[in-house]
């Protein structure tokens, strides 16, 4: 079946972010700035190697993609980074190495093989845009959630009234499992709803 134009730009792309960036919301999450940074970062990069892989795709041989692909992820990557630690040097230091690890995001390196090499700019640039702009929610609920219930701030700023209240373990590795397994959860519960939504209207067509 024939996916329409808002379900190939989606393609599950909730559910899989989760397991694709999982490594890198639970690095990234414990706090909204680093959360923000990370997020943008990601956005960032996918809309640049996905412009410059579209436009290039039909020029380079098959057997170098790969490394056109990495080559160009990872010169965009470090030119944020740059950008980043000249202007916003305190998230680049909540990131410290996660940041450069972006250059071999499975997030990333997903839409330049599924999408950029198959289709023109705007269809390649639509995707990133839907792809960094989930992963940035889902950067910044976690980070919430772990932040204002975990540290009891908010942006690094004590929030008074929770100090007495706050749930430590939430900012620590275990909260990270804890928090993404939740938010997978519900994204999970939503998406398939979505699609048995879908289908019954499918169906009622056909009927």
Not at 22 to 46: E, H, I, N, P, T
Not at 159 to 169: E, G, R
């Amino acid at each position: 079946m024939k996916m329409n134009k808002t379900a190939y730009l989606l393609r599950g792309t909730p559910s899989a972010l989760l397991v694709l960036g999982a490594g890198f919301v639970m690095a990234s999450s414990a706090d909204l700035r680093a959360a923000l940074a990370m997020g943008g970062a990601v956005l960032l990069a996918l809309l640049l190697s996905s412009v410059v892989v579209s436009a290039l795709h039909k020029v380079i041989p098959a057997y170098a993609k790969m490394p056109a692909y990495l080559l160009s992820i990872t010169g965009f990557v470090s030119l944020i980074s740059m950008v980043m630690q000249a202007w916003f040097p305190v998230s680049t230091g909540l990131l410290g190495v996660h940041l450069a690890t972006l250059s071999v995001s499975a997030v990333i390196y997903r839409d330049a093989e599924e999408v950029a090499d198959h289709n023109g700019e705007a269809t390649s640039i639509k995707t990133a845009l839907v792809t960094g702009v989930f992963f940035l929610v889902i950067m910044v609920l976690c980070s919430v959630i772990r932040e204002v219930l975990g540290n009891a701030s908010i942006m690094g700023k004590p929030i008074a009234f929770l100090q007495d209240y706050k749930i430590s373990a939430l900012a620590g590795a275990f909260g990270g499992y804890l928090v993404l397994a939740v938010v997978m959860a519900a994204i999970n519960k939503v998406t398939s709803l979505h699609h048995h939504l879908e289908e019954s209207k499918e169906k009622e067509v056909k009927c």
